[in-house]
């Protein structure tokens, strides 16, 4: 008897104990100042086991700064930056927020965030005139990556200057660790002027209304993670990606070219997915991404609406450092030419027996051949090319101005503006792997078509062009 109530004494005093312990995990301890980044930056994973009282200050600055090259735009941000600066908290902690704007800005602003649980998400005890700061305090209940952004009126105008980020919950059990985190958010942008049109461009309602962006980009302006702002890891590592979409319009068909999603956490809660080609983000949302680096090289982070990312900007690197896998992935192993009629597959180099035109009536049927094959893709069946994108072959006073010209084009690529009948373009023309015959012949075809000047080009032109050094910098046209 004597032991039995031991026993029991044993096991309250133990459940006691227990359940202390498990509450205890949730026990408000402490405070701290949170610690803020600039994107691509993310501040790093919490250690503590605890919830806490996190202080978040946070400065509305309205800000000048370039959304392209030779482009200005007025930004309105959280923080300095677009997207405005990460907040990293955990599940079960106090946030108490300070909202503070700055005293040169000119429109009072305020803080909706989707972390919260609360009328507006804060928005209206957080609205702030210039040289004011608001407090306002919410326990952050659920987990996930959550959007933030200014929803001051008119709403989308605040949002489409640039008024949005993330704040991440992390789980009480943390996020599974990783190697490198990154902070990627993507908005869509209307001003006056369109793409790349240079000097200060101020917002266009007009655009905006009909959901007609002029960019699309990450981090706030084109290029802002190519060249030397460009992402980086090394093979091997694990890569996670904390992505938004502020819109205030698109959805984005976010993907990353040359990788695949090991883990998508959909819409940045914790349904995971895995696995993953292309993650939609709604405007308002996010996802957390994983994948893990196996070789080198640069991957593309795109929006899949494609168009947006070859003119609108939506592109970003991240470059991968290290060891080539050949067993990964080879490069190209060989480079075979394909000649469907005679079944005859023969590489490069070796004689190749591409038939040869003897006569400028010849060379005119195999250029058709080639051009439809190759070029009218771009520039069209008709040579007359597509407004804004491509430059017409047809009556083109650039290409029968210098013949030339026109074969170096051919032969080594042509990037830059151009100006063809008075229009400018500002495409990019790959270096198209033609042999000299080839490329002879095309150009013939297409002198030779559409009202051009007539001119005949020999292979022997092309050879002997070919043969020259190209040239240093990109002659002006
Ligand atoms: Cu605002």
């Known amino acids: 008897m004597k032991m039995r109530v031991w026993n029991f004494l044993v096991f309250a005093v133990l459940s006691i104990t227990v359940s202390a ?27 503590r086991s605890h919830s806490t009282k996190v202080k978040v200050q946070l400065e509305v600055v309205e800000k000048t700064t370039p959304i392209s090259d030779g482009v200005d735009y007025t930004f309105w941000t959280f923080g300095g930056s677009v997207p405005g600066s990460f907040i990293r908290v955990r599940e079960g902690d106090l946030v108490e927020f300070n909202l503070s704007n700055h005293p040169n800005n000119k429109m009072p602003h305020n803080i909706d965030l989707h972390a919260v649980t609360g009328p507006g998400g804060g928005a209206a005890s957080s609205m702030t005139a210039p040289g004011h700061t608001s407090t306002f305090s919410f326990k952050v209940i659920n987990p996930g990556l959550y959007v933030y952004h200014c929803a001051t009126a008119p709403v989308g105008m605040h949002i489409a200057n640039g008024m949005y980020g993330l704040i991440l919950v992390e789980p009480k059990g943390g996020l599974p660790k990783v190697d490198r985190e990154y902070y990627v958010m993507q908005g869509d942008f209307y001003t006056k002027g369109p793409y790349g049109q240079r000097g200060h461009q101020p917002f266009e309602m007009e655009k905006a209304l009909k959901e007609q962006p002029d960019y699309v980009v990450f981090n706030g302006s084109v290029g802002a993670l190519t060249g ?57 949302g996010s996802a957390i991404v994983d994948f893990k680096v196996e070789v080198p090289g640069t991957l593309v982070i795109v929006d899949h609406s494609i168009f947006r990312t ?28 394909y000649l469907p ?44 090319g597509i407004p804004n994108a491509f430059p017409p072959l047809a009556k083109s006073d650039y290409l029968n101005a210098d013949k030339k010209r026109a074969i ?25 792997d033609l042999s000299d015959e080839e490329i002879a012949n095309v150009l013939t075809y297409v002198y030779g078509s559409w009202s051009n000047a007539g001119h005949q080009v020999s292979a022997q032109e092309v050879k002997a062009l070919r043969a020259e050094k190209a ?3 990109p002659q002006e046209h």
């Open 228 to 284: 030397d702002k460009a992402l980086t890891a090394k093979v091997g590592e694990s890569v996670r990606l904390y992505v938004g979409n502020g819109g205030p319009n698109l959805i984005s068909s976010f993907h990353v070219i040359g990788e695949i999603f090991d883990k998508v956490f959909i819409e940045g809660g914790d349904q995971i997915n895995r696995n993953v080609q292309t993650t939609l983000i709604p405007a308002g």
């Open 21 to 47: 312990c498990m509450n205890g995990a949730d026990t408000m301890k402490g405070e701290e100042n949170a610690q803020l980044t600039s994107p691509p930056n993310v501040p790093p994973p919490i250690k």
């Open 471 to 473: 040239p240093e910098k």
């Open 341 to 384: 009629e005679g079944g005859a597959v023969q590489s490069v180099g070796e004689a190749v027996k591409v038939p040869m035109a003897r006569t400028k009536q010849e060379q005119m049927t195999f250029g058709k051949q080639k051009y439809e094959a190759v070029c009218a893709a771009c520039h069209q069946l008709n040579g007359e």
């Open 408 to 432: 170096g084009t051919v032969l080594r690529g042509l990037q830059g503006v151009v100006t063809v009948n008075g229009k400018q373009f500002n495409s990019v023309m790959p270096k198209l």
């Open 310 to 337: 070859f003119n609108k900007g939506s592109l970003g690197l991240i470059k991968i450092e290290g060891a080539e896998d050949k067993a990964v992935y080879s490069g190209k192993i060989s480079d075979s030419v």
